[in-house]
Each structure stands twice: as C-alpha cells, then as structure tokens.
C-alpha cells in the first residue's frame, strides 16, 4: 500500500467569534460611531426602498438592508487614502467609506448628521435616482457608485469584475511606497468566478495589500450556496491561494472589527492580500422592496430567525449593557437618521401636479439630456504642447531599423523619461523581449517596471484598469493574441472601456493595450483575429494601427500621452521586415485626426490600415489604376481622420476600404456605413469591400490563405470597382 502523508497550507485559516470581554474592551467612541452608521445606512436602504415602491426608482434597487454589519464593521477605522470597491450590492459600502471620510474622528450620536452628512446622504440618494448632483452625475445609479476623493473607487454591476481593479488599486498604494490598502467586496456568487480567483492568485504571488471580503448571503438571487459550491464556507478559497483567511458572523459589527483589524496589520506590514468571510442576510430580494419569501425560494421562518440578529440591534443591545446608552438613546439615533432621509428627500422630490397624492423627481434636477455623450472620452487636449510630425511629410534624415525594434526603442525611450509607465502581460520579461522582441531590453533596464504576469488575462488586464485608475502609475498591458481578449472581455470593455463615461466623465483612463495581428503564421482560429471591428463599435476605446516603424513612434508617443484607454495594433509581417524611422527622433506625436495619404489619385479612394497599405500599393501598381490611398492610423470614431477621407471622396466619387480579416468582425463594415451616411451624394457606387472570409483563419497553409486578404484580393476589389465605374458611364 502506497504511504500517505497528510498535507496542509502553511497559511492560517480562522474563525472569529466575539465574546462579552471583546465588547466590554472596545472603545466606546467606536461602538457609537458604528451604531450612527448602522442607523444611517438602514434609513438610507429603507427610503431607497420607498422610492423604488413609488416608481421613482428607474432601474435597480439593490438594498443592502440586513449586511451593514460586514461594511460597517470592515471600513470604520479605514483611512480616507484605503480603498473600497464593490459590486451592485454596495450602498452599505459606498455610504460607509463616505461617512468614515467626511467624519474621520468618528460620529457623535446626540447630534448625528452633521452638514457633511447630510450632503452625503443626498447626494448619494441623487445618484442612485440618476440625478445631476449625484456622485456620477446620475450614470451610474444604484449600481456605480463613485467617490475618489472618499476612497470610493466605484461599485459594479458585474459579478466580481472589481476583484482585479481593486489588486490593480493596491499594487498602485504599494510601489508609491504607501501603506494604503484595498477592500473589494463581492458576494457568494462571486466567490466562484474567475476573475476574482486570478485576482486573489496574482495580488498573493505579488504581494499586494489587498482584502478580498466575501459578503455571503448564501443566496445569488435565489440560488442557495449549497447548490452552488461543495464547501460552504468561502474563506476556503484563501488556502488554495496562500492567502490567510479569516470567517466572521457578520451580523456581529464588532467580530467583522475584530477580523478586521488582524487582515488590516497584515497587509499594512507587507505580508499581502487577505481573505476575509462575512455571513451575513439580505432581508429583502435581489432587487425591490419584496421579500426573498414572496418569490418562494425562502421560508419566512428563515427570514425571522436571521432579523433576530439584526446589526442594529446587536450593537445595541451590547451598547445598553455596557451602559453606554438607553432605549430613549437609541430611539434619538433612529429619528435623526429618518429625519436626514426626509431632508434629503425633500429636496429631490416634490408633489406631482398631474398625480394627485404622487410625488415626482424635481424636474431641473435631471441631467441635461445634451450630457448624454460627454465623457465618453476625453477631448485630447493633454496632447497640446507636444511636439508634432508628420514622417509621410517630413524631409528629414532617417536611419534604418527593423519595425519590432522600433517598438522597443520608443518603449526604452518614453519608460526612461516617464517613470509612471508600467508595462505588463505574459513573458515580457523572458526570451529577449517577449515572443517577437517587441519589449527587448526593458526589463533589464526597468526590472521593477516590467511584470511578467501570470496566465490571467482577466486579472492583469483588470490590474492595469486599476492602475489606470489610480493615476500614479501609466499601464502598458500585452496580450500576447488580440483573441485572448475574449478571455478578458469584462474589464477590457465593462470595465476599462466605460469607466470614464459611466462614473460620471471627469476621470482620466490613461492604459494602452498592446496586441498583434498574425494573420499568415499558421497559429490557428484563436489567436489570429483583428480586434479593430470590436474595438471600434465598443465605448470609450481610441484605436491605433501603424504601417511604418516612423509612425509607430508617433502613435505610440500619442497613445501614451493620452488619459484615454487606447488599442495599439500590431501585425507580425512587419515585425521583421527593415523600416526606416526619423535619425535620432524617438519624441514626436502623431495625433489623432491624422491619416496619411500614402499615394494621391483621382480614380478611387482605397482606404486601408497596417500591412494591407503595402499590398494595396502593390495591387494598385498592378492594375494601374489611378487610386488615392489613405492609411488611417487612428481608426477609432473620434479619432479618425474625416477631413482627408472627405476630400479624397469628393474627389474620386468612389471608395474601397481594405482590411485582412474576417468578415464578421470586421472594421470596414462599420467605416462604410459611417462613410455612406456622410457622404452619400458624392458617391457613384456602393462603398466596396475588401475582407477576409467568414471563417477564422485555420492551421492549414491552404484554408489560412483562403480565409485572409491579400494583394490578390486587393486587385478583385480593384476591378469591381473599375467595372462598376464603366458600368455607370
């Protein structure tokens, strides 16, 4: 028989329980300050409750009401510069770190909402009912809640997508050389997705001072946990990870403190992320002022046994043991708390004239419908003051180079004189510069500023959106392939790609997402696709695809001067092939509004982007045909260039847009919508295209050729467009 040996994690795994010498030792000052929030965050939830009742509520209403105790308990002694996030389930949260803010000395409970409260209380009222004066201003409602300067980095509406922001957050307070921390809050659901498991294994084998807070409620909408997982108790998740883990009645504010304070000496001394478990109950539904009984997945039994440990009514009833106040006492807390509600709902709503005994929203007070698209990037004015040049227009001396290398030394370049940029993604590190060179000597010259990641693309591309965020640091993030960013779809377009607009417009995204075409080499459906179709119908993405090493330097220069999240294409054939790039000039910007017209022409437009500008001037030559060529670097809607595509168009009355890849993903069919409305009656024919096929390029030599774009069928759409001019004539 083999012999066995019992293996165990060498982290520690606890439960946390308080005892009545716990409640007899704790600060009285904190026992107060955590029964004022409690009060404060129930009145909120219940009026939120009202509201939504009343219809006033568009959208969800995600009460919180029955788990303060795990937000309470969790952010009362945090610091204004300690960072939460959560998910749709936040208000606690949010309501929270806001009061721990605007009271950092705690709250006094015979005079308990102070001004700073109040505007509080409103403000984050306004927001969930999509208000201007909300802390988005009315974007994010219920779900997307916002406050930087609070510690608030902002609660989400996908199920645990803040896990990899918040480690981005963390690494951030780490390497400014803080001792600052992060909380990412998620529930039990949560608990089994994989972007907060990459999370947890990243932020442990970095280090990162962040906690990881389960919130279980045991039910994802009406799914009990022990359907979901076979060990109910989540903080097992901390063991797989070398993380510690703590478990806690989080009906019990002083035991989720207690818990608390042993993860926040942890972290705050450099050991790493934390695992914390909270069981706590959601009184209400899902969503809305019902209980989870009257949808019959829960008895009301059950109901009425969690509601005997309510939060509130533990602290104070451990409060009055202690002597520390009375019925009278308690009952002032919950009047003042209903009474800040009342004010603050005063001043958001009034009668509706139309609806006798109906309230409505204050009608001035909704977001101007002109603000609708404001935000969703900035307007590039950070570009102003850098140094502009155009190479398609510049006589000035060059010096030869391989394209790939180019990359390299404008990374070396601007990594030198910015020590904000990070760059990270999987085997940069290794093999001279990743797997085509395109990061060579970096990590030699910059080895703290060079992270070779793990495989997770969720949870290094939601680092970088975090970094981002935080705005101490400029990411740079690799995937290896563009279809990896499937993999990574929720923080590249849920999360990266909206985060500007969605928590209001004002904050700066500056991340640059590296990735290469590779059409051609034989790596099969799934990592071959060019992303610029999906990038340019999505939100809040600036899109550059360079040609020519010499416009590399400029569009990356522009990219990382930019706050907005922007997609750098690559395509592997020109990698290798020698370029030329401007003598000794690796600083100027190429901005965005800037195509190049690579050859002038009067017979038609071609329009086309990275290494199908080279076969569309040879399928040009071959066919002699008198075509104006415009390589259009920017691809993105605000940054493309309309003013030269007009002019050619209004010359030429033709257009056809060439791209390689598949036809369903493809760039063009969004550009030749865009141009036919624009420009509809200087066109004699259709906009024509030239596309991959339907299919994703294959292993075989033969089926990949057939499935991608080349000069050959340059020169077809060359010639339809010929036949199709004669045929008008």
């Known amino acids: ?146 406050w930087f300067e609070a510690g608030a980095l902002g609660t989400n509406a996908i199920v645990g997508g803040g896990a990899p922001m918040a480690t981005g957050n963390a690494w951030a307070q780490k390497h400014a050389g803080t001792t600052d921390l992060t909380i990412n809050y998620f529930g039990d659901g949560a608990a089994q ?80 992320p934390v695992v914390v478990e909270a069981e706590v109950y959601r009184y209400f539904h899902q969503n809305g002022p019902y209980p989870g009984s009257a949808f019959g ?52 709503l009034e009668a509706d004239p139309e609806k006798q005994g109906r309230r409505r929203i204050r009608p001035e007070l909704w977001p101007d419908a002109a603000f609708v698209n404001v935000g969703v990037r900035g307007d590039g004015s950070e570009l102003s003051g850098l140094r502009v040049l155009d190479p398609s227009r510049s006589d000035a001396a060059r010096e030869e180079t391989k394209f790939v290398d180019a990359v390299a030394a404008v ?21 001279k510069g990743g797997t085509n060179g395109a990061t060579k000597g970096l990590a030699a010259a910059y080895p703290d500023r060079v992270l070779g990641t793990p495989i997770s693309e969720n949870a290094f591309m939601g680092l970088g959106g975090g970094l981002a965020l935080d705005g101490r640091y400029r990411p740079v993030v690799e995937f290896m392939y563009p279809d990896f960013m499937w993999v990574a779809a929720d923080q590249v377009f849920n999360q990266v790609g909206k985060a500007r607009h969605m928590f209001g417009g004002d904050n700066p995204v500056p991340l640059v997402l590296r990735t290469k075409v590779a059409m051609g080499s034989g790596y099969g459906s799934q990592h071959l696709m060019d992303p610029a179709g999906i990038f340019a119908t999505s939100p809040g993405w600036r899109i550059v695809a360079p040609s020519s090493a010499a416009d590399y330097v400029g569009l990356m220069n522009a990219a990382l001067a930019l706050q907005d999240p922007v997609l750098v294409i690559e395509h592997v054939d020109l990698y290798g092939e020698k370029d030329e790039i401007i003598a000794g000039d690796l600083d100027y910007i190429i901005p965005p509004g800037t195509a190049a017209v690579r050859r002038e022409g009067s017979e038609l437009t071609v329009i086309s982007y990275l290494s199908m500008v080279k076969h569309c001037v040879e399928a040009i030559e071959q066919t002699g045909m008198d075509a104006e060529l415009i390589d259009l670097r920017w691809l993105d809607r605000a940054s493309l260039d309309w003013a030269t595509i007009e002019a050619s168009v209004k010359k030429t009355n033709a257009v056809l847009i060439v791209e390689q890849g598949a036809l369903g993903t493809s760039y063009g069919g969004w550009l030749a919508d865009e141009i036919q409305r624009r420009f509809f009656d200087w066109l004699d024919q259709p906009v024509q295209r030239v596309t991959g096929q339907e299919s994703s390029p294959s292993i075989s030599r033969v089926l990949e050729r057939a499935a991608i774009a080349r000069t050959e069928e340059v020169v077809a759409g060359l010639e339809l467009v010929r036949r199709n001019a004669g045929g008008a004539r």
Not at 412 to 429: K, S, T
């Open 297 to 348: 997945y829960r008895t009301k039994e059950e109901e009425q046994e969690w509601k005997k440990r309510d939060p509130l009514d533990r602290v104070a009833a451990e409060m009055k043991k202690l002597g520390l106040i009375d019925d009278a006492g308690i009952e002032s807390v919950r009047a003042q708390s209903v009474a800040a509600m009342d004010a603050a709902t005063a001043e958001l």
């Open 193 to 272: 997705i994989g972007s907060v498991l990459e999370s947890m294994n990243l932020a442990a084998a970095w280090k990162l001072p962040v906690a990881f807070f389960v919130e279980n409620n045991l039910y994802a909408v009406s799914t009990h946990i022990e359907e979901a997982v076979a060990d109910t108790r989540l903080s097992v998740r901390g063991q797989g990870f070398g993380i510690p883990s703590w478990r806690v009645d989080g009906m019990d504010p002083l035991a989720v403190h207690l818990a608390m304070q042993e993860a926040i000496e942890h972290m705050r001394s450099g050991k790493g």
């Open 1 to 146: 028989m083999a012999k066995q040996r019992r293996l165990q994690t060498e982290v520690p795994w606890v439960e946390i329980t308080t005892t009545p010498a716990d409640w007899k030792a704790a600060d009285p000052a904190l026992l107060a300050t955590m029964l004022g929030q409690l009060h404060l965050i129930r009145a909120f939830e219940e009026r939120v409750l009202d509201l939504a009742a009343e219809g006033l509520v568009h959208g969800p209403a995600h009460s919180s009401i029955g788990q303060e105790g795990g937000a309470v308990g969790s952010i009362v002694t945090l610091r204004s510069t300690d960072a939460v996030n959560g998910s749709h389930r936040g208000h606690h949260q949010f309501l929270a770190k806001a009061l721990t803010h605007v009271a950092p000395t705690g709250l006094t409970l015979d005079a308990l909402v102070t001004a700073d409260i109040q505007t509080v209380l409103q403000r984050t009222l306004a927001e969930i009912l999509g208000l201007a004066q909300g802390y988005c201003r009315g974007r994010g409602g219920s779900m997307h809640l916002q």
């Open 411 to 431: 990374m070396d370049r601007r990594m030198g004189e910015d020590e904000r940029i990070v760059v990270l993604g999987e085997d940069i590190h290794r093999l």
